[in-house]
């Protein structure tokens, strides 16, 4: 199956140069559908460019900082970032009650040829 994610500036170029292995997102109805083997294509926000991968791993968490506690902050591209800073920035796009509500899920992907 294939699912369409939209992606910001840095997270798509993060993905686009093989730096970033692990695609974070609220485990909400769209994302629960979303299962090892699937394709996600992801669309740059601003300039509608698109990139191919493949989930290989799925994980699900109660939050994002049981999340950002167990994945390594380099399969995420944000070395040097501590936790809080990690959760903080996620707070930016998710609330804590839709965070509450569906917990967290790790996507480990890799680039399509």
Known sequence: MRHEMGLFEEPFRSIEQGRKTVEIRLNDSKR???QVGD???FTHTE???T???RVTKRQVFPDF???YE???NE???CVGWSLDELVTSTYAIYSPEA???YGALALTIALEP
Do not use: G, N
Request: aromatic fraction near 0%; hydrophobic fraction near 40%; avoid cysteine.
């Open 75 to 77: 399969a995420i591209d």
């Open 47 to 49: 300039t509608s460019e």
């Open 70 to 72: 167990h994945i390594p």
């Open 99 to 101: 965070e509450q509500q």
């Open 51 to 53: 990139l191919l991968v």
């Open 65 to 67: 900082r049981a999340l």
């Open 32 to 34: 629960q559908q979303v």
């Open 39 to 41: 394709q996600i294509q």
